[in-house]
């Protein structure tokens, strides 16, 4: 048996793609202004990235497959 659910994050997504830039760009050599336009500029790239499975930045469909005992993530 096959089904969907549809998640909903408004704020998830945007703050795990900030976090996790942060933390890239947290130990060079660069200053404070650097490091945030550096992270700005990949949060982009990785927000438009994750627009073949997310919607409008906060909407996730996973499928779960209960006889095969697997969940996989639906592209748009």
Do not use: H
């Not at 900030?18 to 982009?44: M, V």
Request: a negative charge; aromatic letters at 12%; one cysteine or more.
């Amino acid at each position: 048996m096959k089904f969907q659910i549809t998640f909903k994050d408004p704020d998830g997504v945007d703050n795990g793609i900030k976090k996790y830039t942060k933390a890239l760009f947290e130990n060079l050599p660069l200053t404070e202004e650097e490091k945030e336009d550096c992270s700005y500029k990949r949060e982009e790239s990785i927000s438009k990235a994750l627009e073949k499975w997310i919607n409008y930045g906060e909407y996730i469909t996973i499928e779960f497959d209960l006889i095969a005992k697997t969940a996989k993530v639906v592209d748009r």
